[in-house]
T-cell receptor
Framework: DQQVKQNSPSLSVQEGRISILNCDYT??????FLWYKKYPAEGPTFLIS?????DKNEDGRFTVFLNKSAKHLSLHIVPSQPGDSAVYFC???????????FGKGTRLHILP | EAQVTQNPRYLITVTGKKLTVTCSQN?????MSWYRQDPGLGLRQIYY???????DKGDVPEGYKVSRKEKRNFPLILESPSPNQTSLYFC???????????FGPGTRLTVL
């Protein structure tokens, strides 16, 4: 059973436009959510996180929105830049067992 | 420089030959974790550790062992590797499970 789902394997966005990456989850007990970015041949790097008690967190060009009733979160990148082309992973965890569950990732292509 | 190091970076071995992948962090982090990345499956947590001598299973622990005798080191042990353990492995560390994790560069393992 996949607890964290990223249903779009890939996404193409024009440079300068908004990129929206989506993530759905099934476990209502998740306490926190994180987004990571991964370039080929490198380890993932942290982008932004959000606690389950919030519905929005912003950091520069990156904003994460959490809709608990829909068990859905999204990462908005605006404006999109060429260096944003990467694989993005959504991850979630609970304070009860310290496990981290990752989604399968979405490959973002920023088009010139 | 704050970092997570893994060794070796690349390894080709044969079925049944015990191997260890080392992981070390210099950030005094409590939480350390191992993941494997496979095409179409994203990142899956193998084992994690909340502190010295405290380890627990992630989502895919079968065929793996870990130990945490020192805070900075978290080796991954494959007692009898099999071809289905061919994968890209990442070690990560963080102050605790709900904070951003810092990932190592990855170890590409091939089991023939």
């Amino acid at each position: 059973d996949q607890q964290v789902k990223q249903n779009s394997p890939s996404l193409s966005v024009q440079e300068g436009r908004i990129s929206i990456l989506n993530c759905d989850y099934t476990n209502s007990m998740f306490d926190y959510f994180l987004w990571y970015k991964k370039y080929p041949a490198e380890g993932p790097t942290f982008l932004i996180s959000i606690s389950s008690i919030k519905d929005k967190n912003e950091d520069g060009r990156f904003t994460v929105f959490l809709n608990k009733s829909a068990k859905h979160l999204s990462l908005h990148i605006v404006p999109s830049q060429p260096g944003d082309s990467a694989v993005y992973f959504c991850a979630a965890g609970t304070n009860r067992d310290d496990k981290i569950i990752f989604g399968k990732g979405t490959r973002l292509h920023i088009l010139p | 420089e704050a970092q997570v190091t893994q060794n070796p970076r690349y390894l080709i071995t044969v079925t049944g030959k015990k191997l260890t992948v080392t992981c070390s962090q210099n950030m005094n982090h409590e939480y350390m974790s191992w993941y494997r990345q496979d095409p179409g499956l994203g990142l899956r947590q193998i084992y994690y550790s909340m502190n010295v001598e405290v380890t627990d299973k992630g989502d895919v622990p079968e065929g793996y062992k870990v130990s945490r005798k020192e805070k900075r080191n978290f080796p991954l042990i494959l007692e009898s590797p099999s071809p289905n353990q061919t994968s890209l492995y990442f070690c990560a560390s963080s102050p605790d499970s709900y904070n951003e994790q810092f990932f190592g560069p990855g170890t590409r393992l091939t089991v023939l």
